[in-house]
C-alpha cells in the first residue's frame, strides 16, 4: 500500500471549496486508489497549509497509473492555477 499526501497554499483563501470540490471529484474514479480524504487546515498558524489530500492507493504502480490519468490531469490543472505553494510525501507501508 501507498500513501500519497499533498498539502496545498492557496493564493487565495475564497479558492477553498473550488479546490475541495476538484480534489474530492476524483473519487472512485481511478483505479488503484482505494481511498481519497481531503481536508481544510483550521489553525491559520504561519507554518499552516490550507488544504491536504490523504490518497491511499494499492501500490506504486498504482499511484504512476494515478499520475498520468486523464481524471487526475485537470485537477492538477485547477490546482495548480489556485495554489501558490505545495509539498508532497509518498510511502510505502
Known amino acids: 500500500m501507498v500513501k500519497h499526501i499533498v498539502l496545498f497554499k492557496l493564493k487565495d483563501q475564497n479558492d477553498r471549496q473550488k479546490a475541495l470540490d476538484a480534489l474530492n471529484s476524483m473519487k472512485g474514479k481511478i483505479e488503484g ?3 481519497l480524504e481531503t481536508g481544510e487546515d ?3 498558524s504561519e507554518r499552516s497549509y490550507d488544504i491536504a ?3 491511499t492507493l494499492k501500490d506504486k504502480e498504482a499511484l504512476d497509473f494515478y499520475q498520468a490519468h486523464p481524471v487526475h490531469q485537470p485537477v ?9 505553494g505545495s509539498v508532497a ?3 510505502e507501508y
Do not use: E, G, N, Y
Open 33 to 35: 486508489l482505494i481511498d
Open 42 to 44: 483550521f489553525l491559520s
Open 53 to 55: 489530500l490523504i490518497c
Open 76 to 84: 492538477k490543472t485547477i490546482m495548480h492555477a489556485i495554489r501558490s
Open 89 to 91: 510525501v509518498d510511502f
